[in-house]
Each structure stands twice: as C-alpha cells, then as structure tokens.
C-alpha cells in the first residue's frame, strides 16, 4: 500500500473515532438537556397538583365553615373555588397530555369534584332558604340527615384525595425512572468516551509508530545503498512494498546498475588501453636499439669516410634514441601500473631513506620528520616517492639545495609532503604538470619525459586520494599527497 495512503487510512481511523465519540457526546446532551425539560414540566406538574389539591381543600374548608356559622363570608372562598378549580384542572391536563393515566385521573377529580359541588351547592341553598320558611328547614334538616350525616361529601373527598395521592406518586415514580436513566446514560457515555479515546490514541500512536518505523527502516537501508555506491559498491536492494520509496529505491537500483556498467565498460577499455600502450611501447623498443645501433656501427666502420659535418648530424642520434628510450620506458611504467598488489607492512621511513640513498647527491641535506609504519602496497607507495624526490633533485639547482619530508596522520589519511627550494613552478601550470607527456621546460633541456607525475596522479587517483602543489616560480615546490589508512589487524 502506498505511503500517502497509508497516512490518508490513519488519519481517516482516527478522524471516524472522533467523530463517533463526538457523536455520542452530543446524544448525551440531548438527552440531559430532554431531562431539564421534563424536569422544569414535572416541577411545574407537582406545583398544581399541590395547587389544586390545596384549592379543593379551602372550598370544602369553606363549605363546613358556611354550614357551622352561616357566615356568608365562608362562601367567598367556596365562590372563588368554584372559579378557580376547573381551570386549574384544565391547565394541569394540559401538562400531562402525554400520560393516560395521569390525565385520566385528573378526569376523575374532575368528576368527584363535580359531584361534590352539586352535593355542596345543594346543602349550601338549602340552608339559605332554610330561613324563610318550616318548609324549607324541613327540607334543610332532611338533606343535612341524609346526606353530610352519611358522610356522602367526606366520602368524595377521600376519593379525591385518594387520586391526587395516585396522581403525585405516578409523577415521582416517572421523575425516578427519568434520573435513573439519566445516569445511566451518563455512565454509559463516560465508558463510550474511555473507549474511543484510548482506541484513538492506540490507532494514532501505533500507525504513526508503524509507519515511521517502517519508512525509517526503509530510507535507512536506501542511504546505506547510496553510501555503498558512493564508495564503489554498486549494490542494489529489493524494496517490495510497491509505494512512493520503491519508486526511489527503483531508481537508485538503475543508477548504481548504470554506474556498474559504465566502469566496468570504462575499467575494460582503461585496461585494453594500457594493454596496447604496453605492446606498443615494448614493440617499439626493438627498432629504437636497431637505429642506435646502426648509427653505432656506421660511426665504428666508417668514420673515416664520413664528413665532420655528417658526424656531428649523426652524433644527435644516440641523444634522440636515448630519449625515446625513456619516453618508452615512462610509458611501460605507466601501462604497468594496472597490476594489483597485496598491501603490506611498509615502514615508509626507510623506504624514503632508501630512495634518498639512490637518487639524492650528497650536496642536498634532506630533512625526513615523523614517517610511520603503515599498511600500504609498498610498490606504488615507492613509485610515488621516487618520482617526487626524483623531480625535487631534478628542479633544484641552488648552492644550499634541501629537500623536506614530513607525514601527519588525518582521521582516515596520511597526509604526506615532499618539499624542495628549487626553481619553482608557476601557478597557471599546477594542474598541467599532472598530464601525461607534459613538461615545463625544453624536451631535452633536461631528462625530461613528463611522465612521473602522471604516473603519481594515477595511484593517486587510484586509491581515491588526492595530490596537490604549493608552488611559485623561483619558490620551491611543495607537493602534498593523502594516502589511505589500513588498519593493521
Ligand atoms: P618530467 O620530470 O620527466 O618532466 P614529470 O611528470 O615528473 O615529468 O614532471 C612534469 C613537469 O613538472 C616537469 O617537466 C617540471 O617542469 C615540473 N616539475 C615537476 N616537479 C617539479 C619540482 N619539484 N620543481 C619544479 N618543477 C617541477
């Protein structure tokens, strides 16, 4: 699976997760803010029934006061009663639409009560009319026997009371079911949330683990291809996840097999080169010692018959062969150079003294500081020296010629220096003096091939060090050259 997708799915997981946990949040507060709102309702629902209650309560309270005193002043609050009663019964049907059995007791208070002001109007008139005439005591008295002494209006109000206590206990017994709920709900919610957020936080945290783990894991074995190939190793890896990094591994794949192909194209070719350079310069030698011969023998047989002048032509010969010579034996040098040797234990001290010994004339003092033992293909190592020194006696014609050698160790280097006080080069040709055949000076102005130093590039080269000159005309030179470190085992 790709990267970005990848990401896109984490991302995706841990965005679902919030959203259902938010989502339930939000269900909850519905729910709580539902609960308020039955609440305030039964709040206002257990306020009327008291209300109402209390109302019918005073109008009996009234009625008896009337009977006991005849004081028509009981029969304000009867009055007001009367007024007051269905309307509050309607208002609190109105609340309670939604519960039967609530609206259908309040029905039945409704009626109760209803039949309670009949029986009570009927009392109350009488008693009224009681005055004006026997008759109408007689009826009073007959009515008072009949109906308040057999307790028909106390029986009403039991069962009024009797339903009001139905009534309230109904609405607390909702009230109960409505908070259990609620907390229910809440306990519920919290473990949801618990849930999802620690679902979250493992999704995110191990794909964001997994991830970094693998992408990590992967551009680390990448840069250690890259490194690889940078030193000449051109691995490749197989990286088979078929996403954004394969598509870069695939590419360093093609580079290092291209750069692959190429050097072993151009180590062919360089070593096809150095094969005819090296035929062609052994094959050449053979008529260069016929000529100088020949010239030889002409000088031995007939150098009576010949005329000064034609000696002197033929004496330039031998010079002119002799040159060639050594322009032929630089190059056999050079095409040599490709064999592979095995390093080894080199005290580099008296490899240079050795040198110094068979190049140097005694009018040089030469200076050697700090040479070490080192691991290194001695040959090649003795190749470079010689050369350098060689050039260092060549180019230095003063009365107090010296030559200096030093070496300081670098972390993965030795760092070598020959130095002379002689004639110097010019900056401008600091670069060229390491071209093959090229000299700064007359061919046979002195024995010059301009060939050591190409041949000290190309170990160099070959060991992927460097070489570099300090130098300026009439300054000495100083030539620097690195040279890698092989621990000894
Ligand atoms: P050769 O010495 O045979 O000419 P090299 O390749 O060794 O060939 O040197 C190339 C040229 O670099 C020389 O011809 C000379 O001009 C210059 N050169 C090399 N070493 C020194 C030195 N120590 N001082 C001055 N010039 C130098």
Redesign the pocket.
Known sequence: MRISIQILLAFSIVLILSIIDSASNYVFSLKVEENITFLNKSQDVIRNSGRLNKSIIEMQSAFRGYLLTNDTIFLNDYNEGLREIPVLISAQQELVTSNKKQFFILQKIKALHKQWVTYATRLIEASKKSTTSDEALKTYNELFKTQLRNKVGKNLNDQISIQFTAFDRIEYKIRKQRSDNLVSSIDFTHTLSLIFFILTLIVGIGSTIYIMRSILRRIRTMVNQASRIATGDFATVNDPYHDELTSLSISLNTMSTNLNRNITELEKRNQELDKFAYVVSHDLKAPVRGIHNAVTWIEEDLGNELSPELKKYLAIIPQRTKRMEDLINGLLDYARLNTKSIPEKTDVNQLVSEIVEAVVPRKFVVHIEGLPVILADRLKLEQVFT?LIS??V??TQSENAAIFIRCSELQEYFEFSVK?N????EPEYHEK?FEIF????EKDE?????????IVKRIIDDLHCTIKVI?SLNGG?EFIFTWPKIKIQ
């Open positions: 050369n050039n260092a060549k180019y002379d002689g004639i110097g080069i003096i090229q000299t700064l000076r002195k024995e010059s091939t301009g060939i050591g130093l190409a130098s030179s």
